[in-house]
Nanobody, 116 residues
Framework: QVQLVESGGGWVQPGGSLRLSCAASGFTFSTYVMRWYRQTPGKERELVAYISTGGGGRTYGDAVKGRFVISRDNSKNTVFLQMSSLRPEDTAVYYC?????????WGQGTQVTVSS
C-alpha cells in the first residue's frame, strides 16, 4: 500500500523556521523524483521545490529561493523541506509528491501558518 505521510506543519511567527518531513512506503522511493507543492484555498497549486532521485539535482520556485532547502534520505525513504525566514504569504497546505515514468503519488498535506 502506497503511503506518503507528512509531518512538521504548524504555526510560526514571521521570520521563523520550520522543517517538514514526508515519509514514504509501499514503493521504491529511491527511483522516484520528489516535489513539494503548496496550496491556499481558492488558489492554484504552486510548485515549491524539486529533488532528483539521488538528491544531486534541486530546484526551487521563485517565491522560496534562498529561504527553503529540499533534501532526501533514501535510506529512510524520507524527503524534507527546511523552511526559514518564513513570511505570512508562505501560509498554505504543503504536499509532497513522488513521480516516475508511470506513477504519481501524493501525500495528504500538512498546514503551515505564518502569522504574528
Amino acid at each position: 500500500q502506497v503511503q506518503l505521510v507528512e509531518s512538521g506543519g504548524g504555526w510560526v511567527q514571521p521570520g521563523g523556521s520550520l522543517r517538514l518531513s514526508c515519509a514514504a512506503s509501499g514503493f521504491t522511493f529511491s527511483t522516484y523524483v520528489m516535489r513539494w507543492y503548496r496550496q491556499t484555498p481558492g488558489k492554484e497549486r504552486e510548485l515549491v521545490a524539486y529533488i532528483s532521485t539521488g538528491g544531486g539535482g534541486r530546484t526551487y520556485g521563485d517565491a522560496v529561493k534562498g529561504r527553503f532547502v529540499i533534501s532526501r534520505d533514501n535510506s529512510k525513504n524520507t524527503v524534507f523541506l527546511q523552511m526559514s525566514s518564513l513570511r505570512p504569504e508562505d501560509t498554505a497546505v504543503y504536499y509532497c509528491m513522488a513521480r516516475n515514468s508511470v506513477a504519481e503519488y501524493w501525500g495528504q498535506g500538512t498546514q503551515v501558518t505564518v502569522s504574528s
